[in-house]
Every structure is written in C-alpha cells, then in structure tokens.
C-alpha cells in the first residue's frame, strides 16, 4: 500500500475525516482535482451557519428548543419514504444526536465561535409537524465559512508536518482501483499546474498519470450543483414542475459529479438522486469568480414576492420560511424568476447576503465594520449589488419602479394596477394589530424574537409609505446549491452495494453521501445542516477506517 487511507477530495468533509484518521495513526493521502489554493473547497465561500439543538446561545436568547423538538422538525421536513431511505433516517437520528450533544462542545475544544444571536433560517410556515424549523437554530460561526474550515486545515497541517498526511493537489480520480470486489484505491490524471484564483475555473491538460493503493478509500468529492446539465437530469418534474433553463450557479464548474459516477462503477449505489435543494433568491453576482456566478439572498420576513406576472405568491411561500415550496410555485407557474418588492428601511435589516465574500466583517472578525450594520444604511456589499447589480431597481413611486421592471425583464409583462391593488391590500392589514394577511402575521410573530427584532425584521410599515422609500425591486433567479441524495452508505460510512452490502475499502462523506448515508435531510433541509452533515459524516468515516 501507499497508505493506510487514500481521501478523495479536500474539501471540509475530506479534510475532516483525514484530521481523525490521521490522529489515529494512519497514514493519510488527500488528493483534490483543484490546486492548493482551493484547499477547502465549497465551505469556503459558506456563510458558516451551522445547526445546533438546545445551545448555549439558544438559552441565552431565550429559546427553549429541545432534541424532541428538533426531531420533529427534521422528520416533518424530510418526509422519508422510500425503501432507500433506511440509512438516511439512521444517519438523521444520528445527526440530532451529535446536534443537541456533543457538536458544539468538541467543535468549541478546537477554537471555534459563534455570533451571539441565532439565526432563524427556513420557517417552514405550514404545519407543526410539517416543514421548518420551530424555532432559531441557524448559529452563525465566527469567521463564516473560513472559521468553520480553520479548526480542521490546521490539524491536516499538523498531521501533514509530522509526515501522517500528504496532499496531492491537481490529481483528478478517474477510476476506483478494484481487486475481486475489494477498492484497493485510485488511478487518474496529474493536471498541469494552475495557480487561477480559487472558484475560477482551471485548466485540465494532463502532464502525468497516477496511481495509489490504499487500505481504505474515503470519497469526498462533493455534489453536482456545478453541473446544470446534471442538476436538470436529475430534476424532479414531478414534484417541482419541468426544470429551468436558465439558472445561476451557486457553486464553481468543477463540483460536477464525476465522483458519483466513478463510485457506483466501483459497485456502489447512488440513492435519491432526485432529491435536491436550490434557493428561488439568487442574483446574478456583479463581480463574479466562476462563470455564471449566482449569490443568495437571506431575506427577512418582509419583502412583497411576487411572480413573474406580478401575482403574489400564499404562504408558506414567503420569505425566509419554505425554500422548495416556493420554488415548485415558482416552476407551477411556468417562471425561471420572481420579484422582491420592499423598501429602503426593510433592505437595511432584512437583507444580508450568503457567503463568505459578501461578508466581510463577520469573516474578518471586525467588529468596527460589523457594527455598521446597525446604521441607517444598507450594510456595504449589499448597496454594492444595489449600485452595480443588474436585478436591482431603485425608484421613487410603483409606477417609475414597474416601468423599470419590465425593461429589466425585456418583456411587459408586469401591470402597476395590478401590483398596487395587492400591494394597499397588504398595506392596509399593517394599520392595527389584527391581520389576516399570514405574512403580516408572520412579520409580527418573528419580531417576538429578540434576535429578530433587532436585527433580522423591520418594523412593520406600509410599502408605499414615502417615509421609508424609496421602492426597491429586486429580480430573484433560481440558484443551484446542494445535492440531497447521494452515496448510500451504513452508519460506519461504507459504501453500501446494490444488494444492501458494503463494498469492501470503499467509505463516502460529505455531499457525495448525501451529507450522510445516501440522503439523511430527505426532501428538505433544515438549513445550518450541510456544513454539519460533513463534519459529521467526515468524523464518523475518519473514526470508522
């Protein structure tokens, strides 16, 4: 052998399991298909959050949650029901357990933070056994998505320093090495250096060839979001309407999929490839890194949303609370886009944007900069997109931003009566304390919040109201991010065969897994979970080899 366990992918699930087996005195070897300068791949450019049951921080904000509590709203978002789905809802029991025990107090030993006031991501606004989570779990890590990194780059170093681990960058895997029905490791492609930054897309000229044999293989290699030819293969129709042509892309070309395809020649099982999670608040970036580069939305509760033709989406499709139910109305209705309508006092609370870049104060740890947020003016990346953005339109009456709308849109599709009668219908229902209107009452109840209430939600007004323009629209694109299914793999993190057996030295963590056995959020997620999901399928396969 070359080493005890052959990773393949360096991102945060691979540099995860590497750091415990290594710890454990195994020789380590993690090859990636990107350079040096990509080491830790998509949780990167996160926003960090990650998914805790009964924190310290809940407590201290006056959030009563509890692991019963937490399982329900996992089982009522994911929906498992499929044969397929015996090991996702193992790995999802098992993932509430690592939530509401020891996650945060092992992940708090290795130096990690998070800001004070949990976010309340994901709402659901159905029923209470249904969709969303009941109350704020989003916790924020101190640094986004380079914070939640930092802890395991510096443990691969550390093993890397005392000769335990080895990365082998631009090594691309093209196959699995299998010996009668055992992985024995992995054979591919030495890619020509490229020092491009990281996201942007890099060369794939081969200079070499490669080979590692390996007692165990670990298969990290992240989703298919990259791939929209892939992501529309795998669509839904059924349940979410025909795919989109046209979407922005949430991660960099080379998250692509290959390493699912390579696995299951290997012998193992792709389950629930058809389940997936892709946001409905996207925008085009203005100052992109990889082609077609799309950044998110996290919106408060407030903005108006409707469709493309100007007709207001019911609950739970309001913002912030049902992600794939808004986009089945979205898709229902034939649209590849939708509108925020808001104002200037809602875009100065409500909006943030995902991602580490857009970010610079948390990611940095400045707390100068993170306490301009509390000023009178949109903080700094989001007036970026608000000057420089092409989907954003600032006017001073409905009928100036209406008129800007369709040009944006090249079509005129949107009528400003129409969009007036719904919008003084909503406006009307902000006049007393009483309401029928369920985004109104949602605004209302997510201001009970403390959290909410200063920092997340305005202060409920009249739209139209010329105190708190001026108007604002705002052109949402659907956005690929995630993919829910994935390897099938048992609670050791083996790979599993199509005949519910494990396929001897092959293990798979991270997205390529589902976030854990083949698909442990079902159909939904519960937000906070994906970088949880990696840590902890990354730890259960590190430990298991």
């Known amino acids: 052998m070359d080493c005890d366990v052959l990773v393949i992918g360096a991102g945060l699930a691979g540099l995860v399991a590497a750091a415990e087996a290594a710890d454990r005195g195994r020789r380590v070897v993690v090859v990636d298909q990107e350079g040096k300068q990509s080491l830790g791949g998509q949780a ?26 937490a399982r329900q709203d996992w089982l009522g978002s994911a929906g498992f029901d499929r044969a397929e789905d015996y090991w996702p809802q193992r790995w999802a029991e098992a993932y509430l357990d690592f939530a509401a025990g020891e996650k945060r107090s092992w992940l708090h030993q290795q130096g990690m933070r998070w800001f004070p006031v949990v976010g309340w991501a994901e709402r659901g606004g159905g029923l209470a056994h249904g969709h969303g989570n009941s109350v704020p779990r989003f916790h924020l890590t101190w640094g986004t998505g380079p914070g939640v990194l930092a802890p395991f780059i510096r443990r691969a170093r550390e093993a890397e320093e005392k000769r335990q681990l080895t990365f082998l960058f631009r090594h691309q895997v093209d196959e699995l090495i299998v010996e009668s029905g055992v992985v024995c490791g992995a054979y591919g492609t030495v890619l020509e250096a490229d020092t491009a930054e990281r996201g942007r897309e890099t060369a794939r000229s081969a200079v070499g060839a490669f080979q590692i044999r390996a007692g165990a293989t670990i298969v990290t290699a992240g989703g298919i979001g990259g791939n929209h030819d892939l992501v529309r293969r795998n669509w839904p129709v059924a349940r979410l309407g025909p795919p989109p042509g046209f979407m922005v892309a949430g991660v960099p070309k080379h998250v692509d999929g290959r390493m699912m395809g390579i696995s299951e020649r290997a012998g193992g099982r792709v389950i629930n490839g058809d389940r997936m999670w892709h946001y409905t608040e996207g925008l085009k970036n203005w100052d992109p890194i990889w082609d077609n580069h799309g950044s998110r939305v996290l919106p408060g509760p407030s903005s108006f949303w409707c469709d493309a033709d100007g007709n207001r989406f019911h609950a739970p499709a309001m913002p912030g609370f049902d992600t794939l139910g808004t986009l089945k109305e979205i898709r229902k209705r034939g649209h590849e886009h939708s509108w925020f309508i808001l104002t200037k006092a809602i875009i100065k609370k ?22 301009k947020r509390l000023g009178s003016n949109p903080p700094g990346p989001v007036q970026a997109f608000m000057d420089r953005g092409e989907d954003f339109i600032v006017r001073g009456t409905l009928e100036a931003l209406v008129e800007g709308m369709n040009d944006l849109a090249s079509e005129n599709r949107l009528d400003v009566a129409h969009l ?4 003084e219908a909503r406006d009307r229902e902000i006049a007393n304390a009483y309401s029928k209107d369920a985004q109104v009452t949602a605004i209302r109840g997510a201001r009970n919040y403390l959290g909410d209430r200063l920092m997340r939600t305005a ?43 494990p396929v001897p030295g092959l293990y798979a963590a991270g997205e390529v897994a589902g976030f854990g056995g083949g698909g442990m959020h079902g159909y939904n997620a519960l937000e906070g979970t994906f970088l949880g999901g990696c840590i902890f399928s990354g730890r259960v396969a590190g430990r298991a080899v």
């Open 44 to 69: 990167f450019w996160s926003l960090g959050g990650l998914f805790f049951v009964d924190s310290a921080e809940q407590r201290r904000t006056g959030i009563r949650d509890s692991l019963d509590l």
């Open 350 to 371: 409500e909006f943030a944007l995902s991602g580490s870049e857009q970010n610079p104060d948390l990611t940095g740890k400045n707390i100068p900069l993170l306490l």
């Open 420 to 423: 007036r009668g719904q919008i």
């Open 459 to 501: 202060k409920p007004h009249r739209l139209l109201d010329p105190k708190a323009g001026p108007l604002i629209a705002v052109r949402l694109h659907i956005l690929t991010r995630k993919t829910l299914g994935g390897l099938e793999c048992d609670l050791s993190g083996r790979v599993m065969t199509k005949g519910g057996r």
